[in-house]
């Protein structure tokens, strides 16, 4: 099955191991094969990691795209632990992630992590509305 990706002029798309940048012009791939795929908007950095969930998305990030589970497990493992003793609200979705990583579905864990940013910026939210903005950065 072949994936459409439409990319916006100078947006940016990792493709296996190679980051592409578009030019300065609408530009539509069509990419077959069974390589790690992320665009821009999904992208995180260790800078922008500045949540615990965050972290965790990240570890499932580099988990995806290099395709070595067991590089990242004891980081992923440290993660999930610390945020679960202090938010026992995310155990439904730590347990989505590590049921989709250990069912190698890398990609679908990911957006399970997603969803666990969600809930976080909520805690934060609820907790101190300076820190859910701090969140959002």
Known sequence: MTLKVELKPGERIIIGESMITN????TRLYIEGNAPILREKDILTLDSANTPAKRIYLAVQLMYLSREVTKFQDNYFSLIQDIMQAAPSTIPFVTRISNHIIADQLYKALKEARAL???EKKIFAALNPTAAAAAEK
């Open 23 to 26: 030019d300065d012009q609408r």
């Open 117 to 119: 940013i969600e809930h």
